[in-house]
């Protein structure tokens, strides 16, 4: 029985984003940095022309998922990335659900734009009608959202420990569950074509 080994002799910090098969190393948050790269990917390779757009809280336990997105350098702009803070968990909700309303217009410079929005669980929270009302609304036909929520169970940074998942299933929102870095970039683009 043959073990596939990879023959590579050099290995660099960039492979995280650069590859599209074979071996990678990456954390969390670089993954989910990647996912929309691969979206993006996946999208060319079917003619069409996308981009990510991404909004969130950086005080939730994701926070450092901005430092990541800016530490990913032209990968990010190479993939039509575009990274705009929220001031709070409801207002980059607010601003990706528009993400999807995007291509209604004859101007669109896109045929479709992958959301992905993150937030503190207190954030999930404030953010159910935004997240309901979106959910309804549906994505993009070219589109689609991932919602990350950054649960805090053990309460060390929030004022109440919590779990998202009862908000998501108030919203009638699918809920994926990854147990390591491989399901996270598997899940991610799952739940974009969900």
């Given at each position: 029985?043959?073990?596939?080994?990879?023959?590579?002799?050099?290995?660099?910090?960039?492979?995280?984003?650069?590859?599209?098969?074979?071996?990678?190393?990456?954390?969390?948050?670089?993954?989910?940095?990647?996912?929309?790269?691969?979206?993006?990917?996946?999208?060319?390779?079917?003619?069409?022309?996308?981009?990510?757009?991404?909004?969130?809280?950086?005080?939730?336990?994701?926070?450092?998922?901005?430092?990541?997105?800016?530490?990913?350098?032209?990968?990010?702009?190479?993939?039509?990335?575009?990274?705009?803070?929220?001031?709070?968990?409801?207002?980059?909700?607010?601003?990706?659900?528009?993400?999807?309303?995007?291509?209604?217009?004859?101007?669109?410079?896109?045929?479709?734009?992958?959301?992905?929005?993150?937030?503190?669980?207190?954030?999930?929270?404030?953010?159910v009608d935004v997240l309901?009302?979106?959910?309804?609304?549906?994505?993009?036909?070219?589109?689609?959202?991932?919602?990350?929520?950054?649960?805090?169970?053990?309460?060390?940074?929030?004022?109440?420990?919590?779990?998202?998942?009862?908000?998501?299933?108030?919203?009638?929102?699918?809920?994926?569950?990854?147990?390591?870095?491989?399901?996270?970039?598997?899940?991610?683009?799952?739940?974009?074509?969900?």
């Amino acid at each position: 029985m043959s073990k596939h080994v990879d023959m590579r002799t050099t290995v660099t910090l960039d492979d995280k984003y650069a590859l599209r098969s074979g071996r990678i190393y990456l954390n969390g948050l670089q993954a989910l940095v990647r996912i929309p790269m691969m979206q993006h990917q996946l999208d060319q390779a079917k003619g069409l022309k996308t981009a990510t757009f991404i909004s969130g809280y950086r005080g939730s336990p994701l926070g450092a998922l901005d430092l990541a997105i800016k530490s990913a350098g032209d990968f990010v702009s190479k993939h039509d990335i575009t990274f705009v803070p929220g001031i709070n968990e409801d207002l980059g909700a607010t601003s990706v659900w528009g993400s999807q309303q995007l291509n209604l217009g004859p101007a669109a410079k896109y045929d479709g734009v992958v959301g992905m929005w993150y937030g503190k669980g207190p954030g999930v929270d404030r953010s159910v009608d935004v997240l309901k009302h979106a959910n309804a609304a549906g994505t993009s036909k070219h589109g689609g959202v991932l919602a990350l929520a950054g649960d805090d169970h053990a309460c060390k940074s929030s004022t109440f420990p919590h779990q998202s998942e009862q908000a998501f299933i108030h919203c009638m929102i699918p809920t994926l569950n990854p147990a390591g870095i491989g399901d996270a970039l598997s899940l991610g683009l799952h739940g974009i074509a969900m």
